[in-house]
């Protein structure tokens, strides 16, 4: 599948975990040297004052999800880079209360629900970032957005199974997690029911923040899922609603969040169009108006440090997922497709 003229690629990979994760950053590799590694959120992650906890992490996905940290380690291999420094980088948002991971998701149930999202991320990815078609041994394929030098699993997914996945980034404070939030996002697209994905969350919550929506063909429920430091609060969405980068319902994240005027200004704007009765996704996410920060975010200046390098619709019926994945702020989409379940 190719898109020769956006700003997304497309990557087909497969075999080992070691394999993938080997493939993932060959595919980075370039755009990780060149734009990564002189960001000052690669000097603040990768920080001596980490190293020891990010060994003690380490310790604990090596025990307890061994084939996810043996793609880490093909990751730290296509990289060619160390692979504590990249480990640092993949446990981001559990050693840094504010990381530049934006995003906002719409969540339309129904006998078909559909979810949307938009990516925000740091805005020197735009053109390297790409889609990776994944065929992992043993376990169900899945597409996911990917950045360069980042596992798939914790930006949007659908997979095989019948699973469909958007990730928000929660600014959760004074967190001393012992499980990496994108390790746990990566474990989940291996996941066949959305029992069994809460299973994951449930049994290693001590975590960074994240917002799963999670929805699935044979089980046409979604699920706003918070996690981390500890909790995992899981609501059932029952009307058209819009998530943006900070908890609406977890406990502990209520108190201990960090809520930056863009998430405050898109979540509010996402909230004023549903109230008005727009239900159209991709209108939602392509929003630019509203009297504060807009939801599509394109901006040089952004306050975040985050722009919008995806869209994705995701239409879940009884017999799959109909998707499509937009890379430009206007026109068709870049890529389109239907998974049979």
Known sequence: MSNENGDLGWLTVGGSPRDIGRALGQAGRAAVHRHLLTAPIWGQVNAPAHASRVARISDVVRQRFPAIWAEIEGL????ELPVDQVMAWNCRGDLLASAPDGCTSV???????VLGHNEDGLPFFRGHSFIADARPEGAPGFRSFCYPGSIPGHTFAFTDAGLAQTVNNLRFTGVEAGMPRMVLGRAVLAATTLEAALAVLRGNSGSGGFHFALTHVRDRRILSVEYGAGEVSVS?????????NHALHHAYGLGHQIVTRSSADRQAR???LIAAGTTDPIAILRDE???GLPIRRDAADDPDDENTLATVILHVGKAGIDWRIHDRRTGDAAYRGTIAC
Do not use: F, Q, S
């Open 270 to 272: 996402g909230d004023a």
């Open 76 to 79: 730290a291999e296509g990289l």
């Open 107 to 113: 969540l339309l149930p129904g006998d078909a629900p």
């Open 289 to 291: 108006a509203g009297p």
């Open 236 to 244: 059932e969405v029952l009307a058209p609603a819009v998530h943006a």
